[in-house]
């Protein structure tokens, strides 16, 4: 497909439980981020990668989440031991450096239960 | 740190009318991007329109256009024409400039949800 693919699109999970969420950008495209968006709020950034070279991390919320993007394009963000808060859609936006639109996907609901 | 704020949670409009969706914004930086994203009930994040820090006309895109007032630090969105179609949440977002880490980061704010009435 021509756009960004996440799966799955959505996820249950119970508490304690590791879980991992795929993102699959637009062909070619340098930039790959990763949003957390909690239900009623707008996304909030977790990480960015450039290529393979994860560039900034700053907005992952703990040492349980951890992404990676191995070759330069699919990323995998992972979450081990699971909490409820960890519930929200999970956001993956890919885009050209210096371009002006991000095109995201459609995200991955994760339900901790 | 980059801040945007839309202070209306929520916003009618009557079909075929106009409305004006207001983002405020804070940044130390000269160079920044600011963006108008949709996300209807399915989920997905659909680009609107974008205005650039040094752009010097406000951004147009169809039906779509940006109220860029940078001495205020606001960028409005301004829907013409409403349609049924447009009832979604609507976010504004800032771009880091270049020469960050991030280049291409975007910090969105709160939120609107725009309901177009029949």
């Known amino acids: 497909g021509a756009g960004v693919s996440q799966s799955p699109r959505y996820k249950v999970a119970k508490r304690g439980q590791d879980v991992a969420l795929r993102c699959d950008p637009i062909?070619?495209?340098?930039?790959l981020f990763w949003y957390q968006q909690a239900l009623g709020q707008g996304p909030e950034f977790l990480t960015y990668?450039?290529?393979?070279?994860?560039?900034?991390k700053s907005g992952l919320p703990s040492d349980r989440f951890f992404a990676e993007r191995p070759e330069g394009s699919v990323s995998t963000l992972k979450i081990q031991r699971t909490q409820q808060e960890d519930s929200a859609v999970y956001l993956c936006?890919?885009?050209?450096?210096?371009?002006?639109?991000?095109?995201f996907g459609q995200g991955t609901r994760l339900t901790v239960v | 740190a980059q801040k945007i704020t839309q202070t209306q949670p929520g916003m009618f409009v009557q079909e075929k009318e106009a409305v004006t969706l207001d983002c405020t914004y804070d940044?130390?930086?000269?160079?920044?991007?600011l963006f108008w994203y949709k996300q209807p009930s399915s989920g997905e994040m659909i680009f609107l329109i974008y205005?650039?820090?040094?752009?010097?006309q406000n951004a147009t895109e169809g039906r779509y256009s940006l109220n860029f007032q940078k001495a205020r630090k606001s960028a409005n969105l301004v829907i013409s024409a409403s349609q049924l179609g447009d009832s979604a949440m609507y976010f504004c977002?800032?771009?880091?400039?270049?020469?960050?880490?991030?280049?291409?980061?975007?910090?969105f704010g709160q939120g609107t949800i725009l309901t177009v009435h029949p």
């Open positions: 936006a890919s885009s050209r450096p210096g371009n002006t639109e991000a095109f």
């Open positions: 205005q650039g820090s040094y752009d010097e």
């Open positions: 062909s070619g495209h340098v930039s």
């Open positions: 940044t130390s930086d000269q160079s920044y991007g």
């Open positions: 977002a800032m771009r880091e400039g270049p020469g960050g880490t991030s280049y291409g980061k975007l910090t």
């Open positions: 990668f450039q290529n393979e070279a994860q560039l900034d």
